[in-house]
């Protein structure tokens, strides 16, 4: 999963010296938090919502508004920006970049070429999609936890999800330091550090197929939960009224 896939690649961008009141304007307009500042097309910074918001005066202000005006227009992106921010390249996996933000707590990061110049901007909202690709939950609501004492166990998953000819959706593993102990020789000899977390979102299936289906995992494997989730009636926030 690389992030030229799931950057948004219409991105805005202002040179260093526009003017604060540009910029305000340009939040507004294309209703976005942060925007890459440029210097002869390559970046030199980031200004977000926030940068802009600590340099503007409050409405207690003693200045009177044409005098606020003209400070705003006469300050520049350049002045406020956090230069040399981090950034990603096209070719870098969405995992690093996720994890570029949530170590650095950043919710947006710029992505360049080689050369220096925005390609594109990746933000907490598109891993939030690819999250929910993977997930596979706009596909199917039902979804399967398992616990499993080595990843060659996977195989054994697969065949019996094969036995029920179960069509799988998405499958996420990953090892889990905390999960519940095992129990066993099993656990003995294969090291706790070798189990696993599986998440397995599967076609939903009748009631007997289900049940015959959650018995033979369970003969395998500690079945955390099997659950099912319908999206078709999310809640929706309100409008704000004008």
Known sequence: MLVQDWMSKH???????????KALQVLKEHQIRRIPVTRDGKLVG?????????????????????????L??????KDVMTKD??????????????????????????????????????????IFKLFVNITGIYHSP?????????????LELFQILKGFEVAVHSLLTWREETAIPMEGNDAKSTGVDQKRMVFVRIEELSPSKKEAFLEELNKKFKVLYAIKEDISKLPRKESKKV
């Open 11 to 21: 991105v805005v961008t202002l040179d260093e010296n526009t003017s604060i009141m």
């Open 46 to 70: 980031i200004v977000t919502d926030r940068d802009i918001k600590e340099v503007t005066p409050s409405k207690i202000t003693a200045l009177d508004v044409h005098e606020m005006y003209y």
């Open 72 to 77: 705003l227009s006469e300050m520049k992106l």
């Open 85 to 126: 921010p981090l950034t990603v390249r096209p070719k870098d996996t969405v995992e690093y970049a996720a994890v570029l933000m949530l170590e650095n707590r950043i919710s947006g990061l710029p992505v360049v070429n080689e050369e220096g110049y925005v390609i594109g901007i990746i933000t907490q909202t598109d």
């Open 142 to 154: 039902f979804q399967i936890s398992l616990l499993i004492n080595h990843h060659h166990e996977l």
